[in-house]
């Protein structure tokens, strides 16, 4: 009797609760739930924002020699007739297509850089960032050329000047658009989230 009146009175100590030591499966459960898919390491704006950076200024500066040097003069052929540097005004969309949608693709691209500026704040993973990075790159350059080229603002026409045999003309900023594109494609089919966690659905 006395030792169940010992037992019952016994405050809790560290002793008694097993040495201040958590039983398995008590500790940390929690916090591990609550860590379990969170993003590892550090932002990835400053990659995001580089590789946007340097695309947009090779496509700037590429259009600039183009319109300067090429523009009103005969293509100048780089491998045959398989491709050539031709000088052309595009109204449409990346390689010449939906001439008759000028506005429509401005604001889509408008859309584009905005979204993307809105998910670089939870950025972790460097293939998406660089990948995001290419796609703001080429949409600011094809921007750029539709706010401020002829016809007027919104509506101007791109600058395009890579001609390869039996395809459309195309510029650099549709190439990062386009490689951009694919790298977030491949990127998905992995499981690869921008914020880093891999899924596997």
Request: glycine residues 12%; proline residues 5%; charged residues 20%.
């Amino acid at each position: 009797m006395a030792e169940a009146e010992r037992i019952i009175g016994t405050p809790d100590t560290p002793d008694a609760a097993g040495n201040g030591q958590d039983r398995p499966g008590e500790s940390g459960t929690d916090d591990t739930a609550a860590t379990a898919g969170r993003p590892r390491g550090r932002r990835r704006i400053g990659v995001l924002f580089g590789v946007a950076a340097f695309a947009y200024a090779l496509d700037l500066i590429s259009k600039m020699i183009v319109v300067a040097k090429l523009e009103h003069h005969p293509p100048i052929e780089i491998i045959g007739d398989w491709l050539k540097f031709e000088a052309i005004r595009n109204a449409g969309a990346a390689f010449g297509f939906g001439e008759a949608f000028t506005v429509i693709f401005t604001m889509i691209a408008a859309a584009v850089i905005v979204v993307i500026a809105r998910l670089a704040r939870k950025l972790y993973s460097l293939p998406w960032a660089i990948a995001l990075g290419l796609l703001l790159g080429g949409a600011l350059g094809n921007l750029t050329d539709r706010i401020f080229r002829a016809p007027g603002v919104f509506e101007g026409a791109v600058v395009d000047f890579i001609a390869p045999k039996h395809f459309a003309v195309f510029n650099l900023a549709d190439s990062a658009i386009v490689c951009g594109g694919i790298l977030i494609v491949l990127l998905s089919f992995k499981g690869l989230d921008p914020d880093g966690t891999v899924h596997k659905d």
